[in-house]
């Protein structure tokens, strides 16, 4: 069975970093597109970047381009978020994405909640 599961979500203080982490299981991860969604209350989830199977990356909001950082390791099927100088806005719960579109392959994680805050 095909899934992501996220982890390293958590409170941190305004200026703050976090790395979230999400590995992936039953499905050939390196074929795969990987992103990190995020949504906040009250809004639509949203791209917060998208690394692809050849590494290229791709960033969704501009104001999140030169905080969060999108890598990935196949080797250990992982994909992980490097978050630096968290401000209050980006608290919203976290997803990880596989998705293989050529295909249709299209897997969500649970998510994990992070919370910016003094």
């Known amino acids: 069975q095909a899934q992501v599961v996220e982890s390293g979500g958590g409170l941190v203080q305004p200026g703050g970093s976090l790395r979230l982490s999400c590995i992936g299981s039953?499905?050939?991860?390196?074929?795969?597109?990987m992103s990190w969604y995020r949504q906040a209350p009250g809004k639509e989830r949203e791209l917060v970047a998208s690394?692809?199977?050849?590494?290229?990356?791709?960033n969704g909001a501009d104001s999140l381009k030169d905080r969060f950082t999108i890598s990935r390791d196949d080797a250990k099927r992982t994909v992980h978020l490097q978050m630096n100088s968290l401000q209050p806005e980006d608290t919203a719960v976290y997803y990880c994405n596989a998705r293989w579109s050529q295909y249709g392959y299209d897997y969500w994680g649970q998510g994990t909640q992070v919370t910016v805050s003094s």
């Open positions: 039953g499905f050939t991860f390196g074929r795969f597109t």
């Open positions: 690394v692809d199977s050849a590494g290229r990356r791709t």
